[in-house]
């Protein structure tokens, strides 16, 4: 089973241990053994020149686990996976130059969904740094906006402390990724009596946890009087360890919630004021709601375009109050006439002792009436073509109760985000912020990494799979029982998707298939393809040494649910869905997030 983290924003002074002191250790052996006192026991990563030194330290240490991906951002994807899944801080070592520079997505995707890994790259010697020497980047450059903070450790005596740091920096306030760019010559150099630092002393990083008792009072007395409240919540609620105040706080206030893509699972499907995902695809109850509201509560969100839509048009009536432990976000994107700032899981507890017992009101009817009035729906034909949704239902009711659900990005997201029963936190893993198309599977693969035994399930599409497809053989090797499901309509379904309802079905680009043989006209592959198979998922699966199952109809998809799931390692599961479904319900973008396409138009 999966260990999480312990929820806590300050580690207790002294409260890790010195691994090891000796009269004299190389930079590497400072790494390898900070990161045991830190508690790190998986490792991803890439092995070249520059970090050889590292690596062969690595080759002598049991207690680390590491994972020799296929790609550099597989690794770092795999490290996100493993601290989303764990609330733990992941860790990847890569090399120098394309070894470094091939993290990028990967960090760039953890800071803008608050994932706390560590990205230890390798660095040309420092006198050969600015002479454009043979692998070298400027790691710290490159990095500057795409993660939370970065080092380049330019003597082994400061290595100590920067790691330290690091680990801090991850894990405290909002989570994030930090980079640390480690010279080779850093990495051999020797220092005399190493000891890993017990405490941080960061002067101008002082995360506030505790909030504001005058800004509680008065949220306390703006939820009181609220005739129409409305909770907002998302990924911040899960990094602070707060979904079971969440939910206490609802069945007292009765207040209705919804909850956005990276906040699934902090508030169980049948809790009945749950009113879904808002936004862009989200569900029509929790679009009305936001509209109409007269408080908003927004706790651990950063007011997306994706769920605002145009944001002089959202939530025109409400009054705005903002819990986040970044203040950074508070006034950012809309107008907070209630700050607090702080960790959430505080702030729910002061709230908790403070606020009314709510009743069931006229709001309360109102908000159930659009959960009954617009329900998701789709109807499975018994012959013909799969339905996507069709087969993330079966997933419910096939899959173990606590499966971690990993998805790639597109419409394969959207499907299992709305169609999914999302039960609890830390069980549904995406790519929210960045939409980074080949998360899915490296991500699968650390998260069952960091919980054995728990079944993890990777929802991808066609186009996102083969973005970082060749982890399959990662999995294989290291007997990683991840269960892959590719939903194959046979295009870039989401970009498709807009072509199809706004650009006059002009498939630009979309269609996997399409070669240069193919027919102008043609409206996108069918049965008869030649292309249709290319490629052949199954037979890729059973090259990287996985087994491969194929669904073509509706009566096949239990079966080969029951197959792969029934498998012991990894397992590739093939579905040919529809080719032209869409994601309903929808908001064209820059519409109010009240003008809701919902299919039927």
């Excluded at 790609?71 to 120098?96: N, P």
């Excluded at 007011?303 to 970044?326: E, L, Q, S, V, Y």
């Excluded at 998809?557 to 599961?573: A, H, I, K, Q, W």
Aim: charged content about 20%; glycine content about 10%; aromatic content about 8%.
């Amino acid at each position: 089973m999966c260990a999480t983290a312990v929820h806590k924003r300050y580690p207790d002074e002294g409260q890790l241990s010195v691994i090891s002191d000796s009269p004299e250790m190389t930079g590497s052996e400072i790494l390898i053994h900070a990161l045991l006192d830190e508690g790190i026991d998986t490792v991803f990563g890439y092995p070249g020149g520059a970090v050889i030194p590292i690596f062969d330290v690595l080759y002598s240490t049991k207690d680390i686990n590491f994972i020799l991906t296929r790609h550099e951002q597989g690794a770092v994807h795999a490290a996100d996976g493993y601290a989303r899944a764990t609330g733990k801080v992941g860790v990847c070592i890569v090399t120098s130059g394309p070894g470094a520079t091939n993290t990028i997505t990967g960090i760039a995707t953890a800071k803008l969904d608050s994932t706390p890994i560590i990205v230890i790259s390798g660095q040309v010697s420092t006198d050969n740094i600015g002479t454009d020497a043979f692998q070298e980047t400027d790691m710290s450059g490159v990095t500057r906006s795409i993660c939370k903070h970065n080092y380049l450790v330019k003597k082994v005596d400061d290595l100590p402390r920067i790691i330290k740091e690091a680990f801090y920096i991850a894990q405290n306030g909002r989570p994030g990724p930090v980079s640390i760019d480690i010279p080779v010559n850093v990495a051999g150099a020797t220092l005399k009596n190493f000891r890993y630092p017990k405490t941080v002393e960061l002067p101008g990083y002082k995360p506030t946890v505790k909030g504001n008792p005058r800004q509680i009072d008065k949220l306390t007395r703006a939820i009181n009087s609220a005739k129409k409240p409305l909770l907002y919540t998302g990924g911040g609620i899960i990094s602070s360890g707060a979904s079971e105040e969440l939910v206490k706080f609802i069945n007292k206030t009765k207040i209705p919630v919804v909850v956005t893509l990276m906040g699934l699972g902090s508030v169980p499907y049948d809790n009945q004021y749950f009113l879904g995902m808002p936004g862009m695809h989200g569900r029509i109850a929790a679009n009305y709601a936001l509209m109409e509201c007269d408080l908003l509560i927004a706790i651990g969100v950063r007011f997306d375009d994706r769920i605002t839509g145009p944001r002089h048009t959202f939530a025109k009536n409400a009054k705005i109050a903002h819990i986040d432990i970044d203040p950074a976000e508070i006034g950012k994107n809309v107008t907070t006439g209630i700050p607090v700032v702080g960790d959430a899981k505080n702030i729910l507890t002061e709230l908790l002792d403070k606020v009314n017992p709510g009743q069931s009101s006229s709001w309360n009817e109102k908000t159930e009436d659009w959960k009954t009035k617009y329900p998701l729906e789709y109807t499975q034909p018994t012959e013909g073509e799969i339905l996507p949704q069709y087969v993330v239902d079966r997933i419910n009711l096939l899959a173990d109760s606590n499966a971690i659900i990993v998805t790639d990005v597109g419409q394969n997201q959207m499907w299992a985000a709305l169609y999914y029963r999302h039960r609890k936190p830390r069980l549904f893993l995406s790519s929210g912020g960045l939409g980074t198309m080949g998360f899915g599977l490296p991500a699968a693969m650390g998260a069952a990494i960091a919980c054995p035994g728990q079944q993890v399930i990777n929802i991808s599409g066609d186009g996102g799979i083969q973005m970082n497809i060749q982890e399959l053989a990662t999995c294989a090797i290291n007997k990683i029982p991840v269960k892959v499901i590719v939903l194959n309509n046979s295009y870039l379904g989401m970009v498709r998707q807009w072509q199809d309802l706004f650009w006059e079905k002009r498939y630009s680009g979309t269609c996997l298939k399409r070669g240069p043989d193919c027919p102008k006209n043609c409206t996108g592959p069918r049965k008869e393809c030649p292309l249709l198979y290319i490629p052949d998922f199954v037979k890729v699966a059973e090259a990287n040494g996985l087994k491969g199952f194929r669904a073509t109809k509706p009566s096949d998809v239990d079966s080969t649910l029951n197959r792969g799931f029934n498998e012991n390692g990894p397992v590739l599961m093939e579905f040919m869905v529809s080719k032209l479904e869409n994601v309903f319900p929808m908001v064209p973008a820059g519409k109010p997030i009240n003008q809701i396409l919902s299919g039927e138009e």
